[in-house]
């Protein structure tokens, strides 16, 4: 059984930073395609970064150079750095895998096939 559990959440300034983490238990990271979305209230849940099995990286163009998405093959984690935080950046953060092996890390929440329960990021002005 696929489990994905997120933690890291809470309230920050705007400008503040903050590390999401993606605990994952019955697949290893390593061998998964490993994706952040996020949903504000009232809106659709969007992409946010991505990471392939292979290590490549893609991001939702609003976060680059902000976000940066990584794994740690040892403790079976994804984490999320999210630096200068903005108001608009506020939203429930989900974790998802996807258990096809891609090139490119796909941006459409029906291409993952495990979820977390989601964490929330409430950014202040």
């Known amino acids: 059984q696929v489990q994905l559990v997120e933690s890291g959440g809470g309230l920050v300034q705007a400008g503040g930073s903050l590390r999401l983490s993606c605990a994952v238990s019955?697949?290893?990271?390593?061998?998964?395609?490993m994706g952040w979305f996020r949903q504000a209230p009232g809106k659709e849940r969007e992409f946010v970064a991505a990471?392939?099995?292979?290590?490549?990286?893609r991001y939702r163009d609003p976060v680059k150079g902000r976000f940066t998405i990584s794994r740690d093959n040892v403790k079976n984690t994804v984490n999320l750095q999210m630096n200068s935080l903005r108001p608009e950046d506020t939203a429930v953060y989900y974790c998802a895998a996807d258990s096809n092996y891609r090139m490119v890390a796909p941006t459409s929440p029906s291409s993952y096939d495990y979820w977390g329960q989601g964490t929330q990021v409430t950014v202040s002005s």
């Open positions: 990471i392939t099995w292979s290590g490549s990286t």
């Open positions: 019955g697949r290893t990271v390593g061998g998964s395609g």
